[in-house]
């Protein structure tokens, strides 16, 4: 069982030292201080929210000497449409020196601490992403580079079978092939093209928005220096998998690689189930399309490192596209192909019945590589609609980024481009109103529906949406709001809970994740992203608190409709805290 004194141990010197800096810290921390627990720019916003509508004042105090640095009163009070609790913010924006504070609520106690400094979000992009080499499949993780989440290699995927719904010329039932590497896909062991199809779109996105960044940008796996950034090396790592998924005979691309039902809650190496490839589908070859045209893309720029692989990538963007082409209405449907063939598959069904937003980023990826406009051809952009967020199942704004970020070296003509950066901008727009009577500040959980299955990825998702609108307008109040959603993950929350495990005072140390569970390690994987406030409450854990929406959350490996990680959910977060370090260094 992991301890209480276990537990203690593994929170960080520096919180421990921020903790008792101050006699009285320990004894007067009011969890209904929220904020970013992790800390502010010097020159940019900074607020808290303080639940209660009874108190009045705030100070911030530095933490060691206790001397207060600012008084000032809070905020007119917000109403929660969620819960209808009452919150009001503290404003410490005025607040620009380096150094490690807390917000002291008079009547009330303090905040956790935080810091004050340039970079401060470095280690959390950088620990986001390097949660992925902690998902890395068929792979020892050494000591080296995974400290006490060391492991054995899983799941070599070296001997893997031909499911009977995916047979083909050359690869019938039962039939073995060789599919390693690649990232367990969430709290599970299975490895999904559709998922790792959006997952890698915005890693992808991020290097191709701010290459100069990662040059530097050193996460300590084992290819770092290796004249490669470590964001590239770490998406090839799952890109050379995603291309073993791929059919060789006629270029479709498989639904996932998976065991028939999931692996208890132990350790990889320990997972010796039979593991199969199933059923070729047009949804799982667009997505494959659209991330190996843009992999092929970036990589040629690093042929010298990489000989063959932008090559591989392109040929196989094209099989695929001219697959999907003659197939484009197979779509997986996992019940029903339960009925046909056996063994039943009971794994993450990722299934989809519209192929229409896959189509728009596959074109546009296939297009900002081959510069060949006929991709575009009989291709509904529908930017005559509100752009939806992307989602594992609605992939399309993803094909809006790639053509806004190519739109004048692609020379896109303007009666396409104009309204693929206005669908943007309303988006963003669309965000920012009332954001003033947020209980939160936050444009994240305005609407009850942002707090569906992984909602700390539509707050992390708004982020990036609000990004590319700022890049479009260059308009502060969509940088100030996408820091918000940042904050909000990281504590500005109605949970009070840093989302990112190993982070913060308040820290998710439950998550559902079997890596985390089976490891009897007290502290979870670091980097991870949980999912969040989830009212759905689908997974019947008995220890939820609250119904309401925004604080719809438990901290307990019971609890996979709140507290699971996902990839999908931790590429967003890279994003965001990366894109954020580079625009507000």
């Not at 108190?55 to 000497?65: D, M, P, Q, T, Y």
């Not at 040059?215 to 090839?236: A, K, Q, R, T, W």
């Not at 690689?257 to 320990?270: E, K, S, V």
């Amino acid at each position: 069982m992991k301890s209480i004194f276990r537990s203690f141990l593994a929170i960080p010197l520096h919180i421990l030292i921020a903790a008792f800096a101050t006699n009285s810290f320990g004894q007067n921390v009011s969890t209904d201080i929220r904020l970013n627990q992790i800390g502010f720019y010097p020159k940019a916003q900074k607020l808290a929210v303080v639940v209660g509508e009874k108190h009045l004042a705030f100070e911030i105090k530095a933490v060691g000497s206790g001397k207060s640095v600012l008084k000032g009163q809070l905020s007119e009070p917000r109403t929660s449409q969620h819960s209808g609790k009452i919150s009001r913010l503290a404003d410490f924006t005025k607040i620009t020196k380096p150094g490690k504070y807390v917000v002291e609520v008079p009547g009330l106690g303090k905040s956790y601490p935080f810091e004050i400094k340039e970079k401060v979000h470095r280690e959390v992009a950088g620990a986001a992403l390097k949660g992925f080499y902690y998902q890395r499949v068929s792979i020892d993780i050494p000591e080296k580079f995974a400290g006490k989440w060391a492991r054995p290699a899983g799941h070599p995927d070296n001997k893997v079978l031909i499911h009977a719904s995916a047979v083909s010329e050359g690869r019938a039932e039962n039939a073995v092939i060789n599919s390693p590497k690649g990232w367990y896909d969430a709290g599970d062991y299975n490895k999904y093209i559709v998922n790792s199809g959006i997952t890698m779109g915005t890693l992808l996105s991020l290097y191709e928005d701010f290459p100069a960044y990662f040059e530097d940008f050193n996460v300590d796996i084992p290819e770092s220096n290796n004249g490669v950034p470590d964001l590239l090396d770490e998406v090839i790592y799952n890109l050379r998998w995603m291309l073993t998924m791929q059919d060789p005979s006629d270029g479709g691309v498989y639904h996932k690689l998976t065991n028939p039902r999931f692996d208890g809650m132990i350790m990889p190496d320990a997972a010796k189930n039979p593991r199969y490839v199933v059923q070729k589908n047009t949804i799982a070859t667009l997505d494959f399309v659209a991330v190996t045209a843009q992999a092929g893309r970036i990589l040629k720029g690093f042929e010298n490192k990489f000989p063959g692989l932008a090559d591989s990538c392109v040929t196989a963007a094209v099989k695929g596209w001219e697959w999907a082409k003659k197939n484009p209405t197979i779509f997986y449907n996992q019940d029903e192909l339960n009925k046909k063939f056996d063994p039943d598959i009971v794994t993450g069904a990722y299934g989809d019945r519209s192929a229409a937003d896959e189509w728009v980023w596959a074109a546009a990826e296939m297009y900002a590589l081959t510069r060949k406009a006929d991709y575009l051809n009989g291709i509904a952009l529908e930017t005559d609609k509100p752009m939806p967020l992307p989602t594992w199942s609605q992939v399309r704004a993803l094909g809006y980024y790639t053509l806004i970020r190519f739109s004048d070296e692609l020379k896109l003509a303007s009666n396409i481009a104009d309204p693929l950066k206005a669908s943007v901008v309303k988006f963003a727009d669309d965000l920012l109103v009332d954001l003033p009577k947020q209980p939160y500040h936050t444009v994240m959980g305005k609407n009850a529906k942002d707090y569906a299955w992984g909602s700390s990825s539509v707050a992390a998702n708004q982020g990036i949406a609000l990004i590319y609108a700022y890049s479009i307008k260059k308009n502060q109040a969509y940088m100030q709001a996408a820091l918000g959603n940042l904050d909000y993950l990281l504590g500005r929350n109605a949970t009070g809970f840093c989302f990112l495990t190993g982070f913060g005072s308040k820290r998710v140390m439950h998550p559902h994740h079997r890596l985390s569970i089976a490891d009897e390690i007290a502290d979870p994987i670091p980097g991870l992203l949980s999912g969040g406030p989830n009212p759905g409450q689908q997974d019947k854990c008995t220890t939820y608190t609250s119904k309401f929406a925004d604080e719809s959350f438990t901290d307990d490996d019971c609890s996979y409709a709140s507290n699971e990680i996902a990839i999908n959910w931790n590429a967003p977060m890279v994003y965001l805290a990366a894109a954020i370090e580079n625009l507000l260094r």
